[in-house]
């Protein structure tokens, strides 16, 4: 059985940056990266729907080690996939990467140090294929945080009697022709938002079709302080200047939208007002009935949707679905909205760990019952680690420090001659808390059951806060009294 000394689990945005992290700060480490799909990119190489691209900007989506170099700070899908794959060849991440490797299940063996993964390997037309095992030292789960299999479609009444087209965005048909359809978006998200202005340029109209409102804010699609800022300094000092800059703002957006929620609520509402003028009807469709931020805040990039809006192009309809026609939707209101195309924007269906089985000496890994340690590590389980960034900001600013922090931990243990740390929660009355805190998306109320748990206190917290996360994993010493280390 072949061996490493870290096996990093997925090759998107998270599994790239721990593969530069391990390469630069561990250069001594073997690793491989098993990536069940066929492609680097993770989520930005499995969605492929009309303009996707991302709600963060990409001097915090980046990575802090590769300065993002194109001009539009809020990038499309193709863009950032590019950039992933760019960044994995240039550093030869690229030849530590195994395709086709779906890991299914991993089991801890305290006799030996190592974990035994099984991974499924190739196999078409519903064939399994075959299994390979590796073993590792050290796990490090980068395969993100829900299931590429399916998102979640809801129970629609009547939906076999439509005779139009049914597509989910996670599996965008190739070469769909939208040209002179009748389409409804269902959905308020940050997909939903994406899919109407794109989809508009083509479509007979496009109706977006949301049951309550959310939240909107429109940023110019480029960075004019990072152009500027370009051209005067050195690119890696630009960058650092703007991600810092970029990221101190989106903390303050945040903090802001938390403790001063009705201000907030007037400027984000007053912001569409003025983007759609005095008549249009903002109060029914675009003022939610929850806080701002308590779920993320949908990103407008040039005011794209607002402009379909105003061009007739698109249209908002505020109510829930009856069920499904022949022709379209039926709504409780009574109106019938007919549609040759449903897009079911609907969200996504969260699967920690990629839904594989995990033990340790034989007994079974239930995350629901763990407690998260800094937001990386899992207690009791030895030498396991997944990267999981921020829901409030760029993901990937969370996942550089995490990747940073692992690295420091690993030069620790080899420096101190430990094999194994497993954190272990010392007070059996802390209190539990959800692994995310304060947010109501519909993809997390559904499935926070089956996430780890975070504790009443440090470090069993894993706070949605860039400075106090820049502050514990970079300033603290790795070693503290809640992990524990062994030798062989």
């Known amino acids: 059985m072949e061996r490493f000394d870290v096996l990093i689990i997925g090759a998107g945005l998270s599994g790239i940056d721990a593969a530069w992290h391990l390469q630069r700060l561990c250069p001594d480490k073997r690793y491989a990266i098993l990536e069940a799909r066929e492609a680097i990119g993770g989520t930005w190489d499995l969605f492929h729907y009309p303009g996707v691209r991302s709600d963060s900007d990409m001097f915090t989506l980046g990575y802090a080690h590769r300065p993002w170099r194109e001009s539009d700070a809020i990038a499309d899908g193709r863009s950032i996939r590019q950039y992933i794959r760019d960044t994995a060849r240039e550093a030869g991440i690229d030849r530590h990467i195994r395709f086709g490797h779906r890991v299914t299940r ?60 049914v597509i989910h965005p996670q599996h965008w048909p190739e070469r769909l022709d939208c040209t002179g359809k009748r389409i409804v978006v269902i959905g308020s998200g940050a997909t939903a938002v994406t899919l109407v202005p794109a989809l508009a340029k083509d479509a007979a109209h496009v109706t977006l079709l949301q049951r309550s409102p959310s939240y909107y804010i429109s940023i110019p699609r480029h960075d004019i302080v990072a152009g500027l800022l370009r051209r005067l300094l050195p690119e890696r000092m630009a960058y650092r200047l703007v991600r810092l800059k970029n990221s101190s703002l989106s903390l303050l957006l945040y903090q802001a939208c938390r403790r001063f929620p ?134 990937t600013l969370r996942a550089d420090l995490l990747c940073a922090w692992l690295c420091r931990l ?23 808390r959800p692994f995310v805190e304060g947010f109501s998306s519909g993809y997390l109320l559904r499935s926070l059951d089956a996430m780890p748990k975070q504790g009443s206190r440090r470090p069993w917290q894993a706070p949605q806060n860039y400075p106090l996360d820049w502050a514990n994993l970079r300033l603290r010493p790795v070693a503290d009294d809640a992990l524990e280390f062994r030798r062989v």
Request: with cysteine; charged share 20%.
């Open 106 to 165: 991993a089991s801890w063996s305290s006799r030996d140090t190592l974990w035994m993964v099984e991974a499924q390997v190739g196999g078409t037309d519903g064939m399994p294929g075959s299994v390979e095992r590796v073993a590792a030292r050290f796990l490090v789960w980068c395969s993100g945080y829900y299931r590429y299999s399916a998102g979640y479609t809801p129970d629609f009444v009547g939906l076999e009697r439509f005779r139009g087209r």
């Open 262 to 395: 009705g201000a907030m609520r007037k400027l984000l509402v007053g912001q569409v007002r003025r983007a759609l003028g005095a008549d249009y009807d903002v109060a029914t469709h675009f003022s939610p009935t929850y806080r701002p931020w308590e779920q993320r805040l949908c990103v407008v990039p040039g005011g794209d949707l607002f402009e379909a809006i105003k061009g007739g192009r698109a249209s908002v309809v505020t109510d829930r679905i009856a069920g499904f026609t022949e022709n379209g939707l039926r709504l409780e209101c009574g109106t019938q909205l007919e549609a040759d195309i449903v897009v079911t924007a609907t969200g996504l269906v969260l699967e920690p760990l990629g839904g594989a089985k995990l033990d340790v000496d034989g007994r079974p890994i239930e995350l629901s019952r763990l407690f998260t340690y800094k937001g990386v590590l899992f207690s009791d389980v030895p030498n396991l680690a997944s990267i999981f960034g921020y829901l409030n900001a760029s993901w």
């Open 410 to 432: 690993l030069r620790y243990m080899d420096r101190h001659g430990y094999a194994t740390v497993a954190p272990r929660n010392g007070d059996p009355a802390m209190a539990t």
